[in-house]
């Protein structure tokens, strides 16, 4: 490229430029040059490559170019070296993944990925694994898997394609590899040169996270390499760095170790613990920076891998981490330190290890001062982590003291976890109630609502509590400045306890005085609240009538109409002629019905949910938004308000019912004789067991007689048809995800299902079928593998295919057996809708269209409170792959839709079965419900477009 002079001088010329004004003047010049001579078709090949080096680098200046990717779609077709490597940088930057010029690519690109030249070979793969695509990857895969495992291909080919391969199957994991290849991929982790080593783990690390069971024979095969580098420190010289062995693919050699059980063999398992062993052990802080970040890469990968192994039961060398990370935690140097917390924090999972970690409970304690305030989080976590009924007082009673000095960025995660842990592990009510209540006083603004009302139920079910906690509130109340979550705690608790410390502490016009001296600051539902307070006190206080009603009077005329319709109510209560009537009224509160405590469903979600694995690390994309952006871009080209998202479309789930755990030992909080929960709690109850250690559902022992069918949420259902990922089904025990793309034209949904364990045993899935195939005639649906067992706290991948040779008119219904004949019954997230592309029209020819097409249906739907006319319209165009028609329907209400129905059935050699769609949706806000018009050329289409309406509209 140097020795093109036009080139160089082009880019003095730039460079020089003393303003943008001139600079740009330049550009231009260029470009019509540039574009001048491509119009003419005889351009020497030199000139070619001159111009198109030019275009590149104005192009990575931010300049628009408009033109030249022809030429590069040519070059690339050339047999020179010096003119397909420029074409291919061409192609990798000018042309984007969804960019139709890249078909006009895929023949050249796989005639050089077969070909026998490695240097073409390398500039082909090089291309893919930057450009990406759903064509490339599913046409260019097998010619990359063919390089890899090719007997004859060069070291630095296979390096190439293991790191395309591996780019591709991040992008479309649908393409993963046959399983039959899977043994010669697994091979080449031992090949001789460690390079290919290195990338072929780096791929295998992948296609463990999607196919794991596939690439099992990986584990073996990574023990004898580590203990080749650890063991024996047997390694090329120039793969030795600082010292140290290859340390980058130690790392990877014990990442991939956590996708796995431990090894049944003896002897592998014997070699792993001698090679962790040694890693702790000989593992130290040095004088060289680069040595420190190589070995501790190696150690703390190694600590996650012991930390896996403990997890499944294997008990080894848990006391030497922990040993080796307390040195760490007490180094000076803020990274190591950070990671030391940060691994011991996880390894206090491990119940066993507690013993051991509470012993240096100061010195843990002693990091919530460091000035770090990463450092002062992952303490936090740890202090969290190693909480119990022996130290939780002196754990509690530090965090209070540190809360307040705390930063705001660190406090709302401290109050929930003090909170947490007084409600877990309170063995005396009293000390329950003064931490909340100091948590209140100190950080008021970050504690939620359902704190302060566990306190009042606690107080109201326990009688020996009720003076105390009386005058604890009246003492507080007399310390200002008094957060208002204190207030409405006091105006409960005086209003309905005030009494018992009347003789005693306070008279009922002093509890009066001291609420209404903080009634006028308030907010108006605090307001409302004391106002019944102060009916209370009429009830129990003969002398506050006048004075409280004074009070009621002057709310009679308020603005907010909670406040004046309590002022008029207990105005005329508080004159009524039946006092008698008026006392049982406003007699004190029954005991509250024995329930979970918000908290407490925090923690039992928190001790089943799925640590961040090394699936996380690797493909943290996995659930991402972008990534379904990107599955959609090819279908909303000519589309741009596709793209853009409604908010009102990304409203939170309501949250499942939580299964109730059984508790370990009675607590104050969970009474023995709490009341029964919900049926669906004892449904999973009964599927996964009371202790999800001991799941049913894992352990395959059950009959046909107790089998259980769980159903889905509705509002996940609902998501899921309006987006292409989201939760199909979740418990305390599994969750099922489900990420889509289509594939229009064609016809063709594919679906990435993930099978999330959450428990501590295995969970098998034996079969999963489309139980309505036979109503279904337009539609085949195959899942693929249809069994297959999930280890504790991974993910297993399961494809699916759907592919829409008909019109359907309802959803797919699908049942997953688990082992012990447990059955999950679900809709699956398929309408008409999804196979939609959005079409645009001018509002005379879609007046003209409406009329063409004859088949109509017409339906009238009760819809949700919340909808409006806007979120109806976001949900056409970014749930239903509507275009969006303006200028059509007078009412602005109203909304008029069009879209393309694509369909897998061919209708020639070349072209898929289409069909157009018209909708005409009326909002009638007052009656919330909606009308819609559905018009198509065929009475089946048309029926299948009102169901997937019906699907998602319908209350």
């Given at each position: 490229m140097s020795q093109i002079r036009g080139l160089v001088n082009?880019?003095?010329?730039?460079?020089?430029?003393?303003?943008?004004?001139?600079?740009?003047?330049?550009?231009?010049?260029?470009?019509?040059?540039?574009?001048?001579?491509?119009?003419?078709?005889?351009?020497?090949?030199?000139?070619?490559?001159?111009?198109?080096?030019?275009?590149?680098?104005?192009?990575?200046?931010?300049?628009?170019?408009?033109?030249?990717?022809?030429?590069?779609?040519?070059?690339?077709?050339?047999?020179?070296?010096?003119?397909?490597?420029?074409?291919?940088?061409?192609?990798?930057l000018l042309l984007i993944e969804h960019n139709e010029m890249l078909r006009m690519c895929i023949s050249t690109i796989q005639v050089d990925l077969q070909s026998r030249n490695e240097i073409f070979q390398s500039l082909a793969l090089t291309c893919v694994a930057n450009?990406?695509?759903?064509?490339?990857?599913?046409?260019?895969?097998?010619?990359?898997?063919?390089?890899?495992?090719?007997?004859?291909?060069?070291?630095?080919?296979?390096?190439?394609?293991?790191?395309?391969?591996?780019?591709?199957?991040?992008?479309?994991?649908?393409?993963?590899?046959?399983?039959?290849?899977?043994?010669?991929?697994?091979?080449?982790?031992?090949?001789?040169?460690?390079?290919?080593?290195?990338?072929?783990?780096?791929?295998?690390?992948?296609?463990?996270?999607?196919?794991?069971?596939?690439?099992?024979d990986i584990v073996p095969v990574a023990i004898r390499l580590l203990h080749q580098f650890v063991i024996n420190r047997e390694c090329s010289k120039e793969y030795i760095y600082y010292r140290t062995p290859c340390p980058w693919l130690q790392v990877k050699l014990l990442r991939i170790l956590q996708y796995y059980p431990?090894?049944?063999?003896?002897?592998?398992?014997?070699?792993?613990?001698?090679?962790?062993?040694?890693?702790?052990?000989?593992?130290?802080?040095?004088?060289?920076?680069?040595?420190?970040?190589?070995?501790?890469?190696?150690?703390?990968?190694?600590?996650?891998?012991?930390?896996?192994?403990?997890?499944?039961?294997?008990?080894?060398?848990?006391?030497?981490?922990?040993?080796?990370?307390?040195?760490?935690?007490n180094v000076k140097e803020g990274n190591i330190r950070y990671l030391g917390l940060d691994a011991m924090a996880?390894?206090?999972?491990?119940?066993?290890?507690?013993?051991?970690?509470?012993?240096?409970?100061?010195?843990?304690?002693?990091?919530?001062?460091?000035?770090?305030?990463?450092?002062?989080?992952?303490?936090?976590?740890?202090?969290?982590?190693?909480?119990?009924?022996?130290?939780?007082?002196?754990?509690?009673?530090?965090?209070?003291?540190?809360?307040?000095?705390?930063?705001?960025?660190?406090?709302?995660?401290?109050?929930?976890?003090?909170?947490?842990?007084?409600?877990?592990?309170?063995?005396?009510h009293k000390w329950y109630i003064d931490v909340i209540l100091k948590l209140l006083t100190v950080a008021g603004d970050y504690v939620s609502e359902d704190v302060w009302h566990r306190v009042v139920q606690i107080v109201t079910n326990h009688e020996e509590l009720q003076a105390y906690a009386a005058e604890k509130v009246f003492v507080l109340l007399q310390s200002p400045p008094i957060h208002e979550s204190m207030i409405k705690v006091a105006g409960y608790v005086l209003g309905e306890f005030g009494h018992l410390i009347e003789q005693s502490k306070a008279s009922g016009a002093e509890q009066f005085d001291t609420l209404y001296k903080h009634f006028q600051s308030c907010a108006a539902d605090t307001k409302a609240l004391l106002l019944s307070t102060f009916m209370k006190f009429v009830n129990?206080?003969?002398?506050?009538?006048?004075?409280?009603?004074?009070?009621?009077?002057?709310?009679?005329?308020?603005?907010?109409?909670?406040?004046?319709?309590?002022?008029?109510?207990?105005?005329?209560?508080?004159?009524y002629d039946d006092q008698d009537l008026i006392t049982q009224v406003w007699e004190a509160m029954p005991d509250f019905p024995e329930r979970d405590s918000p908290l407490i469903k925090i923690i039992n979600k928190q001790e089943v949910e799925v640590v961040a694995t090394v699936t996380n690390k690797v493909f943290s994309g996995a659930f991402s938004d972008d990534d379904g952006n990107n599955d959609k871009g090819d279908d909303d080209d000519d589309d741009d308000s596709a793209d853009e998202e409604d908010e009102d479309d990304d409203e939170e789930e309501e949250e499942e019912e939580e299964a109730v755990a059984k508790p370990?030992?009675?607590?104050?909080?969970?009474?023995?004789?709490?009341?029964?929960?919900?049926?669906?709690?004892?449904l999973l109850s009964s599927l996964f067991g009371d202790d999800m250690s001991g799941s049913a559902i894992g352990g395959g022992g059950g009959g046909a007689g107790n089998a259980v069918i769980l159903t889905q949420d509705r509002q996940k259902l609902l998501k899921l048809l309006l987006q292409p990922a989201g939760v199909l089904f979740e418990n305390d025990a599994v969750q099922i995800g489900v990420r889509s793309q289509v594939e229009i034209p064609g016809g063709l949904l594919k679906v990435m299902l993930y099978y999330g364990n959450k428990g501590a045993a295995p969970i098998k899935v034996q079969s999963i079928q489309c139980t309505n195939a036979a109503s279904l005639s337009g539609l085949q649906i195959s899942f693929a593998p249809t069994a297959f067992e999930i280890s504790p706290?991974?993910?297993?991948?399961?494809?699916?295919?759907?592919?829409?040779?008909?019109?359907?008119?309802?959803?797919?219904?699908?049942?997953?057996v688990f082992s012990n004949n447990s059955r999950l019954q679900c809709k699956f997230p398929v309408v008409a809708s999804k196979f939609f592309k959005p079409h645009v029209f001018e509002p005379q020819q879609f007046k003209q269209r409406w009329v063409q097409l004859k088949n109509e249906q017409q339906q009238i739907l009760q819809i949700s409170h919340d909808y409006d006319a806007n979120k109806m319209r976001g949900i056409l165009s970014n749930g239903m792959n509507m275009g969006l028609i303006a200028g059509v329907d007078q009412n602005p209400n109203n909304s008029i839709g069009c879209a393309v129905y694509h369909f897998a059935k061919k209708k020639d050699d070349n072209n898929f079965v289409t069909m157009p769609v018209l909708m005409r949706l009326e909002f009638n806000a007052q009656n919330h419900a909606i009308r819609v018009t559905v018009r198509s050329p065929h009475q089946s289409t048309t029926a299948s477009v009102m169901a997937a309406c019906v699907a998602i509209f319908q209350q």
């Open positions: 082009f880019i003095g010329d730039i460079r020089n430029c003393k303003t943008e004004e001139e600079e740009r003047t330049r550009i231009d010049k260029e470009l019509a040059k540039i574009r001048s001579s491509f119009s003419n078709r005889n351009v020497q090949s030199y000139a070619k490559k001159k111009y198109m080096w030019k275009i590149m680098y104005m192009y990575t200046l931010g300049y628009t170019v408009e033109f030249g990717h022809m030429q590069c779609v040519e070059l690339i077709s050339s047999d020179k070296f010096s003119e397909k490597n420029v074409g291919y940088v061409g192609v990798s450009v990406g695509g759903s064509e490339f990857a599913e046409n260019l895969v097998p010619d990359v898997q063919a390089l890899l495992i090719s007997g004859t291909s060069r070291n630095f080919v296979r390096k190439k394609s293991a790191l395309c391969l591996l780019r591709l199957l991040r992008q479309y994991p649908e393409n993963c590899p046959s399983p039959q290849i899977a043994q010669q991929i697994i091979k080449l982790a031992e090949h001789r040169n460690v390079g290919v080593v290195t990338s072929v783990l780096s791929l295998l690390t992948g296609l463990a996270t999607y196919d794991s069971e596939s690439y099992g431990p090894p049944k063999d003896k002897n592998m398992l014997n070699k792993l613990h001698d090679i962790l062993d040694r890693v702790v052990t000989k593992t130290e802080v040095t004088q060289s920076v680069n040595k420190n970040h190589a070995d501790h890469s190696i150690l703390f990968e190694a600590m996650n891998v012991i930390i896996h192994l403990n997890l499944h039961g294997e008990d080894m060398l848990h006391d030497r981490a922990i040993h080796k990370l307390l040195h760490f935690i996880r390894l206090a999972k491990i119940a066993n290890t507690h013993k051991l970690i509470k012993r240096h409970l100061r010195t843990i304690q002693y990091s919530l001062d460091d000035s770090d305030i990463s450092i002062r989080k992952r303490a936090l976590d740890l202090l969290y982590s190693i909480c119990d009924e022996d130290n939780v007082v002196e754990i509690i009673d530090h965090l209070l003291r540190y809360l307040n000095k705390a930063e705001y960025a660190i406090r709302e995660e401290m109050v929930l976890k003090i909170a947490i842990l007084a409600e877990k592990y309170a063995t005396d129990m206080y003969d002398d506050l009538g006048d004075k409280i009603m004074a009070v009621f009077k002057s709310h009679h005329s308020a603005i907010d109409p909670e406040i004046q319709q309590r002022a008029i109510e207990y105005s005329i209560m508080a004159q370990s030992q009675p607590t104050p909080q969970q009474p023995p004789a709490a009341a029964a929960a919900p049926q669906e709690a004892d706290k991974q993910q297993v991948q399961q494809q699916c295919k759907v592919q829409l040779n008909a019109p359907i008119a309802e959803l797919p219904a699908i049942e997953v």
